[in-house]
Structure formats: structure tokens, C-alpha cells
């Protein structure tokens, strides 16, 4: 593979902020010279100025970064096979939202992220070319982008979610009581919630109502993980909803890289439908 | 400025290695949208997926890697000043050459790293749009950029070269018995010199003979500096064959980042014809 | 030189944060032995298990991050000549303050930040080897750090403060009112300011009353910078109430790094009163 | 884990380059202050001024650097396990070795290398503090550092070695006919080898003769790996001479970070006599 890390200074945030970007390069070769990019050299296909790749948006957890999931799984590797590139923004806490303290993650990452890395990276554009995957914070993070945005990402993976964005408003209501304060002074308090843009069940209504076109969902989380009644309560209420939606749970794992090294690698190489091969400009 | 540092493993080389990029994205906004990118708001260009930059090819000097000009010098804001993209190899002290032991850098820089760079970043391919600079070894690297691949780049710049490659063949036999022993390990010996492709003369030459294109070049040091005369001695053969090039003098000024840091500024906002704007799809 | 960039799990956030921390490398050698680590070999000192260096905790401006003041200047030319270890903390727009929703910055750099340094590289402890120096909000994190925590440094610059926390009530009533959201979101409203821990007028109070040792503090601001008032008022109050501080104005400089570059080198080699040489451990 | 990439300028290399520490900072905390660095916190240790830790020396294989290892296995979280830090250098395809052509990669592992870490970092001095760990190309490197300097470590593991220094001077000679010219460009032809710096056995032979105390050799690799009867090799050279050597064979697994990610679990875990606690001052 090959990796970079990008710091730049986005216009939403107002802040310089860092995002980790992974090609699967081990799979190229410049050897094929640009007459036939889809002639393959020993199972490699061609570098080609203009090609694009389909692009995970893969959401980090609590209290990490956009490194931390490189660093503490084989994702290079499951991203390599795949013939997927990976993009992971930075969120700092902040449960992937617009927060109340002023920092919009949430159109950061749906509005601004997407025009900067196709018009920089090798993104391919368009729904179709477009997934979100997050673990853990990022689970619940994946699942907005999925709900609130069903125009820009073809199918969602929420591994582990549970804290923050809900579709389960009795367990959004607990969690701004938790010890645990982020919730409560990240996303608007018990009066404020239904209806409001963090208010994910509202969003999941309204693409029923409306008739749109939603993401394929899938939902993972290890039998003995502490979180699971919720991710398994957010499968739930999206099934009930009628929207489409696969829940699998992993027997033995809990909530930690053990079962996120796996699912990760279940995520990329058979549930999201990725075209597994890079996009030449004639096509 | 975005700047990333990419690593990845490079076939030529069979090494993974470091890419350092930067892109003058200060200048750059998401909030003119795609409509019409031409517009300006306040003094900012448009993002937009498709978009290119001419990239300037930034060859650091002995001893040093990929980062340490960009970490020296206010290099990142000279190139956002003047809407350009950098890039900059790391070559491991290999004169930009292809090395008697193995590694084959030159082409690896002149040959994979364009390809490489244009297929996953927003690189601006052509011989218009694509320029050398460099400084102490890198400048004599730019110089054998240019004259040995006149149809790869506009112009080239070398600040204070004098190590390696060089055009004077007398300068390159002496360089063989230095105590310094980099360039009798890495570069063909005084009997295998002569019309090797390692010999910047006969390149010069056959630029002249064959009527090809040249590069612009421009050659700056300073007064101080101890390789000063084998770098006017490069400009002085370059202008005696009929070459388009030109030569500063800094007084007062030595083989530092005190000259790197100005003359780099002047390369990019004065001496290179840059366009000095991202290149749009649509032109 | 030597960087690096650190990134690890801070406790007191409950982040993945990243440290940027630089050595003077350029100025040590492994060829002098363990066994006279005072001698100097070409003007170089030792390296030496167990050896230490003064610490300039470098503080960034908003927007900003750990990175972005050593790619803008040529700051770590500056520590290298005047020997010295910086270490930067990235915080995220929070004005280097404990912020009303939740990220306790402000212990997180004057509590935790030292220990782990001290742990995990190379920083003399004790306030003697300990400085601040920031630039426009990082400008006022280090007055900040420096009035409220007079036993840990022994002197602080501000270059070009203004936003955030100041020693002018007058002045901190009116930026919570300003379009820019960033004070009134993350610092008191009106009624809870005043004798706050974010109030520093009552900690320089505080420092004279209790008849405390004050850092030594360093204003710098250039003339044309729009904050100038606001600098130039933080320095009159410092010295009505009788503190030991120095001001300088820059005829013609404004607020950026045109200023920064200069006086980040003018506070490292004229104005704090560094050792500037290494600590060996038998001193 | 708490990671960071080092980049400085060896004087033994005169290059910039790469080194990548990592630490086991998820299993400390400041929390228990300076009092009792022996008391845990919730399963923590101490963070302490002056603390240190036992030290891996990671070694990557061909065609990669220092970064490789980290990202394509769990090793941040096998270090954390087993409280020690890891450093692995970058050595460019040297084979580990002082190459012919100048760069004296084995002296800069073995004498810079460990210097600049103990001075710079909380690495542990000693030679009971001191391990290697290699993979591939770095396997060799590991047996390479243990044979040829038996004073600096405490026991070495190579897994899936045997492109390189070897302790079987046939199979070197074969080497040295192989397509793949590394060997022959970086290592003796036939006629130099024997007793040379390079020549394993001998050095093997001297620790034998000269009643020196070995490093616990340690070996592994997969019963399917195409290097594999070169690697069992040098565990049968190392074992017919009477040294303390292991080995065991992975049924199924191969030349790859299947066989690796599951390998350096093991060494790090199992096989080395860590003392799985930071070294404290006072101790």
C-alpha cells in the first residue's frame, strides 16, 4: 500500500487538520505504459494519470485519531485487496456532528472532505463510488452519514457504534445523563433533540416519507461487547423502518481491535458491492 | 499550504520510499462550487474535482531527504504564493543517478515518480506544466534532469549544484579522487565516463546536434560558496554550446539555507514561467 | 535537526493528540565518547545516554496546528543554534484553555504535557530549563501559562497575542461579542469571568500580592499587526502592576509569519536566557 | 501505543533518516504522580522523569523501511502487552550490512544508532535491556547484530531470514549468482568472503573459541516459505556449533505478514526474557 497523512488548514473547521489517505500501489505497476490500463503485468493493473479509485470513508473511534486504525489493524492490507482507497478524517471527539461548540465536523465531512479529496486525490466521485465505514464513535458516525446524507454514500458499516448519534431516542436521552459528558456537551440536550439535524430516527423517517434512495446498511458488533443492546438497537429500529439493513454478531469478541481487525477485513473484501479494480477516465 | 509525506514502495527501486507534496491549498476554497471555477472569492480559486497544478520537481542535496528543504526554508509559502505544486523525491545520496550498485534513481525520478505522481495526485502532466528545481546536489540533479530529458521539463533551476553529474569532464575527473568518496562509489569511473549517460556534455551535445528543445535553465550561488566555480563553470559550458541559460551571483552569500531560502523564493516567483493558477478540466 | 511528531493517547483529553517535538542534532556526535561528553569535536557536543536539554514549549496560533509553525518559519534552524529542545502541543482553536465544553487544554500542557515529555524524551525538568513562546493565540497561551503558573516557567514570549485569554477585562468583555464565535464558546460568559482561573489580570494580581517569582515576559508585535492595541495593551498591564516584562514593536511587520520568522529567532537567541548547550547528568 | 517517526542526520550514514520508536504509553499514566512509580492505577504504570524501557531493536525486511512493519501488523499492540519500546531504523535494502559502495549501515545499527536512542529517548542501556527482532531481510540482520556483536544483546530472533549474511558460506556463494543482484552489489564476491566482516560463521566460531556470551538466538518461519530450508540452516549451523538457539516451523503459513503479524506476537510475548515493567530511576 501506500499512505500519507495530509495536513491542511480546512475553510469549515477553521482549523488545520490532518486526514490519512491509503492507495492500494502494490497492486500497480507503471510497466504497462498508458496503452492498455486494463491489460494486467503478474496480476498488477497500470498507474494511469486521471484514474480513480472507489473511496471508504473510514470513521475512527473515540478518543483516536485518523491514524489509530492503521496503526492497530491490517486495514492497508484489507484496503489492498480490495482495490479501494481509504480517506479518514480527524474528528477530535467531536461524534462526527456539528457540534454546539462551534465546530462543524458533520459538513466537514460530508460537505468539504469529499470536494478535497477528489480534487486533490484520486477519488473517484459519485454515489456509487462512495461507502462509510467507522468503528466504535465512528460506527454511530458512519450510520449520520449514511441517514442524514443517503445522496452521497452507496452502502454505510457501522461496527460497534453506540455513543452519540442514535435512531433510538430513549437511549439518546440516557446517554446525555452518562458520567461520561461528551454527549451532552456535544449535541443538544433533552428538549432540543427530536427534530433537530442529530436526530437520526427524523432522518430515516424522512427518507421512507420521502421515497429516496437509502444506503445498503450493515452492522457488526461482538456478542460480548458492553455496547452491543444499542448497536443491536439501532439494527432494530432501521429493520423496523423497513430499510435495508444486515446485522451480524460476532460470538466471543468484545469491543476492541481483536473484533475490529476482523470485521474491518469482512467490511472491505465481502460486504461492501466494491468494484475491487481502479476506474480508468474512458470509462 | 496541505503538505503530506507518502510513502509507498516504488518498483524501479524495489524500495519503499518517501514522496513529500505540497499543494498551495491556502489559495484554494470550497465555497465557489463547481459552477464556475474561474471566479475568485476573496482571492481564492475553486476545489474542484479534476483540477491540476504544474508541479515543480524539488530535488533536495547531500546528506539530507524529501523533508529537510520544505523544514529549512519558508518553501511552503513560495509555492502557495505562486499556485504551484511540489514534489520531492528522497534519493538517498544517489546524485539523482542511476547508481553503479543497484538502485536505479534516475529513472525512478524521471521515468516512474511523473507517472506515479499524475496517476494519484492532482499533477498537471506535460512538458509545460512540468519543472526541476534544486539545491547543492539537487541542483546539479535538476541539471541532469534537463539535459538528459529536454522533453520532460519547461525549465530547470540549480542552486548551487556542483556535486556529481556535472557538464565540465575535467571537474568530474577530479571529483573522482576526492576523499569524499560519493561520487567514485556511485558513478562510472574515469575510463567509462566519456559518452556515458552520466556525461551532461555529450547530452548538451546531443540536445544542440539533434535540434531538440531544451529547457530553460537557470543557475544561481553564492559568491561565498566554497562549489562556486564549478557552478559557473556548469552555466559557462551550458551558455558556450548555445543553450538558453542564465546565472546569478549572490554576493556575500555562502553553500546555506541563508541562499536556499531566498533564491528558492526567487526561483518560484520570478525565474520559473509558472502560470501561477490551477488548471481546470475544462481548458 | 532532528523532528519528530509524537502521537499518543493523552489521559486528560481522552484524545489521540500529537506532539511535534525538535533537537539539535546538527550540533551533537557519537565520536566523542561517553567519556568526556564537555570536550567538543568541530564545535559539536556528545550525545550522551541520560543527557537533557532546556525546553521551549512552542505554541501555535488558532487555526494552527503542532506542524504548521516549523513548515511556515525556520524555526528549527533557531533551536539548533541556540541548542535548545521545543516541544508543541496541538490544540485544537480551545485558546489553550480548560474549555467550557469538556477538553481541559490548559492542564493538559502545564500537567501532563511536561511529565510525559520529561519521561519519554530528553527535556530537563525544573523551571530554570523550562520556557514558553507562542505566537498570536499561542501568544496568549503563554502569558496564560506564565501568569497562571509562575513555578513552572522561567520566561515567556508572546509574539503578537490578542485573542483569548489577556490581562484587559475591559478588552476580554468586548471579544465576546465579536462575530468570530470562538472566546464566548469556549471561555466564561460576562458574569462568571471576572477572578476566574481564565481571568489572568487576577492571577498577576495574585502573583504580587502572594509575593510569588514571576517569569520573566517578552512582548513582541509588529506595527501594522491589527491587534496591536491589544498586545501592546497586555504589556502595559503587566508592567503597571510591576512585572518584569519587555515590549518590542516591529516598524512595518503585520500579523504573520513574516513577523513569526523574525522574532521566533530574536526570542531564542536574544531574549530568553537559555544555557544553550546540553545538560549532562554528572552536572 | 504512543508512535513517532524520528528523522535526523546520521553522521555515520552522513544521510537524513528515518527511525520509528514506539512506546508503551496506553499502560501509563501521570496520574500516580511522582511518590510511587510502583504502584499501579487501574493496571498503569507510572510516567516518571527518568524512567526508561527495555528496548526492541524491530528490524524491517527487503524493500521496505522503518514504517512498514508497524502498519501491516498489530506490533503497537504486542509492544503495549509486554511494556517495551520498539525502534526500528531504515537501512535502504543494505542487507544490514557495511555495504561496499559506502554506506556503513551495520555501524550505524550497532554504534550510532543505540547512542543517539539512549540520549534522545527512554531507551534502557545495557545489554540485558538490548534485543533484535527481524523479519525477512531484517532476520538476517537480527542474527547479523547478535553474532557480530554478542555484548550489545540479550537475545535476537530472526524470522523468515535468509536473504543476506548467513551463518552458510555455500549458500552464500550461491547468492551471490542469483538474478536478484543485492548480495553481489552490497556484500564480498567469493574471493573476500571468507573470514570477513560479513562471514557469519566465522564470527560464530570466534564467540565458540573465545568463550563469549552469546545472545539466546531464537528462530521462525513458515513450513511453506520459499527461504525456508536457508533459514532452518542457519538454525542448524547455529545449533551444530553449540550455541542457544530455538526453532520452530509455522505449518501452512508462508513468506508474509500472515506468518509475521502472528510471529512477532510470539517473540515479543513468548519467546524474548522481557521484564515487561518500565525501568525506574532508582532502581
Redesign the interface.
Known sequence: ?????????S??L?????IT?C?P??S????LGYQDPHAEVKGKKA?????KFQTVYLLHG????D??P?????L??FAERNMVMLVSPSV??SLYAN?????KYFDYVT??LP??V?????SA?GRSNTFAVGLAMGGNGALALGLKRPDLYEAVVDLSGGIGMTLDRVGYMESLDWEF??VR??LPGKDEYAGSEHDLRSCAEEIIAGGKQAPAFFIGVGSEDFIRDRVYNDYRVLDELGLNVSYEEAPGLGHD?GFW?LYLDKALSTWLPLKRTPIYGDE
Request: no cysteine; glycine share 8%.
Open positions: 500500500m501506500g499512505i500519507l497523512r495530509f495536513s491542511y488548514r475553510e469549515l477553521s482549523l488545520t487538520t490532518n489517505v492507495y500501489t502494490a500497480l505497476t507503471t510497466s498507474y494511469r494519470p486521471g484514474m473515540g478518543g483516536e485519531d491514524t489509530v492503521y496503526r492497530y489493524t491490517q492497508e492490507q477530535n471527539d457540534t454546539k461548540y462551534g465546530f460537505q468539504e470536494v478535497v477528489q480534487s486533490l486525490f484520486a466521485p459528558p461528551i456537551n456535544t481491535y481487525n
